[in-house]
């Protein structure tokens, strides 16, 4: 007989799922012609709002992102794939791991740009953390 863990509970074996793909923009780059850092650590925390909301439909907040390395550039024009997976669930919050990779328009397999594991907490309409195993809150 095998249990089956309850809804919210990350798989340890479970590999990172698709929360967010983009096409880089000419807008969204330096004057060294290649995507600002920035840019690609707000779609971390879109993508890592994106896998927090999969655990309940409440508002989700940023409370912490670890350190985040670049290891690859990233052009106008690429698409950047932002693979999550829920890595710990507390009472009010949830840990994810974010990994960003980038294909070239011009094709070619894909290459780790960077990753990161951040914290979101459920909040309510006050901003005080609720157990994201409740109902869902109200929309903001």
Excluded at 74 to 96: K, P
Excluded at 109 to 114: E, K, L, Q
Aim: one cysteine or more; glycine letters at 8%.
């Amino acid at each position: 007989m095998t249990s089956v863990p309850p809804p919210g509970t990350p798989d340890a074996s479970a590999a990172h799922r698709l929360a967010l793909r983009v096409v880089t923009q000419p807008r969204e780059t330096n004057h060294y012609g290649t995507i600002f850092g920035g840019v690609i650590l707000s779609y971390i925390d879109q993508a890592g709002f994106v896998e927090a909301r999969r655990h309940g439909a409440h508002r989700w907040v940023t409370a912490s992102m670890d350190r985040v390395d670049f290891k690859a550039p990233v052009h106008t024009g690429d698409i950047v794939s932002f693979l999550t997976r829920t890595v710990r669930c507390g009472t009010t919050s949830v840990t994810v791991a974010v990994e960003v990779e980038v294909e070239s328009p011009v094709g070619g397999d894909p290459v780790p740009v960077t990753a990161a594991t951040m914290t979101l907490v459920a909040v309510d309409r006050g901003g005080k953390p609720l157990p994201f195993r409740s109902a869902p809150s109200e929309p903001a």
